[in-house]
């Protein structure tokens, strides 16, 4: 039996470029954010990107995808703004994106594929959706880890060079799964430089030629001179009073130091976010050169490829954009740690 893999929620493409990468056919990505098609479709051959919402899918139309007698495997990375931490202190409850889970429960009762893997924060499992998926996948007779530290996947343990913690849920009907173990310790995880420091040199707000994705944003008269006084690791706190931002000067911005920071040559880079690309929303700022972070370099360090491209040739880099693509996808490497995990699973019950 071969594997056929559906990712639902797949945005520019970094959980289905994982699964390929380990060797598992992928047929075909849902997603609603139709400025994902170009990235999906040429960057993961064989996978058509579909703009149909989970909420108008149901099991008949995924078991389209599968040949018979190929193991079924359906995975996906539900949008997680109202689990993750940084939405924290908002009232998040009548959140539309609650319902995706929900959503993506119907369709795995619906569909009874042979493997499930969901990707999300790790916030996500203090949360009743979560509680009702998992008795979803009970119910249907999947087998999945009921530790819930071992469900977090610590990325640098797995070679991405990110400090990035995500609840990674695997599940078969076929047997006991898990993921695979690490594949990097703490003294040789892969950090900034590693990945960053050959990729040629910018000045804030300019773009290279031979990868105008290799773009960085520009930084005001202001932010050049606070990005000049900024040390690695370090945050605003290190700056002289009089480029202190009001705002960080009252008593409850002090507790914001996670702002206007560079990141560390010898460490991985704090978690990618969408808005990765500007100096002032995090740590963010090139270790050495006075810019933010360019638009690949962020992707570079999500582990995406580094000819992956985002847009088509000659089409306007939108940042906000490609900030989104970039900052909500499943690192690839992380992708393709569940796809070797399933394989290592499906060789070990198939050949039983």
Not at 1 to 26: E, K, P, Q, W, Y
Not at 27 to 56: L, Q
Not at 321 to 326: A, C, D, E
Request: glycine residues 8%.
């Amino acid at each position: 039996m071969i594997g056929n893999a559906v990712d639902l929620f797949c945005g520019a493409g970094g959980l289905t470029r994982g699964l390929l990468d380990a060797g598992i056919s992928v047929v075909a990505g849902y997603d609603t954010d139709i400025a994902c098609r170009h990235a999906y479709e040429h960057n993961n051959p064989g996978a058509s990107f579909i703009t149909t919402s989970v909420n108008e899918l149901n099991g008949e139309t995924l078991a389209s995808h599968y040949p018979k007698d190929h193991v079924r495997i359906l995975v996906g990375c539900a949008p997680c703004q109202p689990f993750s931490r940084y939405t924290q202190g908002q009232d998040t409850k009548t959140d539309t994106k609650w319902s995706l889970l929900y959503e993506f429960a119907r369709l795995v009762r619906e569909l009874k594929p042979d493997i499930v893997s969901m990707e999300n924060v790790p916030e996500l499992q203090r949360h009743s959706v979560f509680a009702n998926f998992l008795a979803t996948l009970a119910d249907v007779g999947f087998h999945f880890d009921q530790d819930e530290e071992k469900r977090v996947v610590y990325c640098p343990d797995y070679g991405i060079p990110q400090h990035r913690r995500r609840l990674v849920l695997v599940a078969s009907r076929l047997g006991p799964i898990e993921i695979i173990p690490p594949t990097h310790k703490p003294d040789s995880y892969r950090c900034v430089k590693d990945v960053l420091s050959e990729l040629p040199p910018l000045a804030a707000g300019e773009t290279f030629a031979v990868d105008p994705l290799h773009c960085s944003s520009r930084l005001s008269p202001l932010n050049l001179r606070r990005i000049r006084r900024s040390k690695p690791g370090g945050t605003w706190r290190d700056w002289p009073k009089e480029l202190i931002a009001k705002c960080h000067r009252t008593k409850s911005g002090k507790t914001y130091p996670s702002v206007y920071g560079r990141m560390e040559w010898n460490k991985p880079s704090p978690t990618i976010t969408t808005q990765f690309f500007g100096f002032g929303n995090g740590r963010f700022g090139h270790p050495e050169q006075h810019r933010a972070i360019s638009l690949r370099e962020g992707a570079i360090l999500q582990s995406f490829p580094r000819n992956y491209e985002f847009v088509k040739p000659g089409e306007t880099y939108c940042f906000a954009t490609i900030g989104r693509m970039v900052g909500n996808a499943v690192p690839v490497r992380l992708g393709e740690v569940v796809g070797l995990s399933i394989l290592k699973h499906l060789r070990e019950v198939l050949n039983a």
